[in-house]
């Protein structure tokens, strides 16, 4: 199972803290791709890549809505190139990125023709002119209409086959929570990236969902990978380590409960916590532990859905995710709540006693 780490996507800062993660023994970073909130998301990993040879890299995540399927997949398909074939890429139906332009997530069905778009750009494949109905003719008609004596008949990057030749393609992987996108993930994705929190029957239910899915669509249901993103507070301190995901843990509550109804196996406490959460939440103060929806979160919520507390329980929270036969976690390492030598000593446990003992 590989062990990534979730990170922001600071274009001069990044190689720093990619040249460290690989140091120390991660297989992979992860940066959010909000573009009000944060820098370019591919620009910060082409920096990564040129100051490592090993680690892996990813968007956590990306959304259809702000770059074309085109766009997406070329500038995935370049960090592909410039990191030699280590790229990632992970996408869901959009949250922060589309709210700061007064969207909410993605709809069902233009998201899941996004992702076959996709991965048919990133398979160097064409896309006929007639699916891209997501481009209205009010803004930009048929090419059609300027009479050219030749223009592309379908919509292919033409120099993907190059890249799929030395690098291979781009891995593509669907962040879900409830059960249509889950679906979708099963469906469209290389990996299906569960934000469904650490418990194992909430994992294996969703793992179930997916394969259904793929079964009902005439797929092999083995032939999908399954991974999930996981908040980590490590520290001695049990309550430290609480607060240490309390920002970022109300993203998750919410999206589990974005609708008002939730899904799968949770405590009565878990789905009381989530209705609060969504009623509360303030995006201007998304992911930060000082909202007023991280206050709403108690610590049985914590315990039940974050991998916090001591080593020990972190690293036997993990060894569950393992058993289930995850190939992939990603650790939204809430030592980014700290400051200074306490936040490295928190990232120092996760390196030094739980990472050591997953690889064993």
Request: glycine letters at 8%; one cysteine or more.
């Amino acid at each position: 199972m590989e062990i990534w780490s979730g990170g922001v996507p600071s274009p001069r800062g990044i190689q720093h803290v990619a040249r460290d993660l690989e140091e120390k023994g991660w297989d992979g970073m992860k940066v959010v791709d909000s573009q009000n909130l944060a820098a370019d998301s591919f620009v910060a990993l082409a920096m990564a890549a040129t100051a490592t040879r090993r680690l892996k890299l990813g968007t956590a995540v990306s959304n259809p809505l702000t770059r074309t399927a085109a766009v997406l997949a070329a500038a995935a398909a370049s960090v592909q190139s410039v990191s030699r074939g280590r790229m990632e890429l992970g996408i869901g139906r959009g949250d922060s990125a589309l709210a700061h332009l007064g969207r909410a997530p993605a709809r069902l069905a233009p998201f899941e023709r996004y992702v076959g778009h996709l991965k048919t750009y990133l398979s160097g494949e064409a896309v006929p002119f007639e699916d891209l109905v997501d481009i209205p003719e009010a803004v930009a008609p048929p090419v059609a209409e300027l009479d050219l004596a030749h223009a592309p008949e379908a919509s292919r990057i033409t120099w993907m086959a190059d890249s799929l030749a030395r690098n291979g393609r781009v891995p593509v992987e669907v962040a879900a929570t409830g059960p249509k996108v889950i679906a979708i993930a099963a469906r469209r994705a290389d990996r299906v990236m569960f934000a469904l929190g650490v418990a194992p029957e909430r994992l294996e239910w969703g793992m179930d969902l997916a394969r259904r899915a793929r079964i009902e669509a005439g797929l092999d249901p083995d032939a999908i990978d399954f991974g999930a993103y996981v908040w980590c507070g490590c520290h001695r301190d049990a309550e430290v380590g609480r607060d240490m995901v309390r920002g970022g843990l109300t993203v998750a509550a919410r999206f589990a409960n974005m609708h008002g109804k939730t899904a799968g196996p949770l405590s009565d406490e878990s789905r009381r916590v989530m209705a609060a959460v969504r009623e509360a939440y303030d995006m201007e103060k998304h992911t930060l532990g000082e909202s007023a929806q991280a206050r709403l979160l108690t610590p049985a919520f914590i315990d039940e859905y974050a991998a916090s507390g001591t080593p020990e329980r972190v690293l036997e929270r993990l060894l569950a995710l393992k058993s289930l036969g995850l190939t992939k976690v990603v650790l939204n390492g809430g030592w980014r709540a700290l400051r200074g030598e306490e936040a490295a000593t928190a990232k120092g446990l996760v390196e030094t006693e739980v990472l050591p003992a997953l690889r064993n």
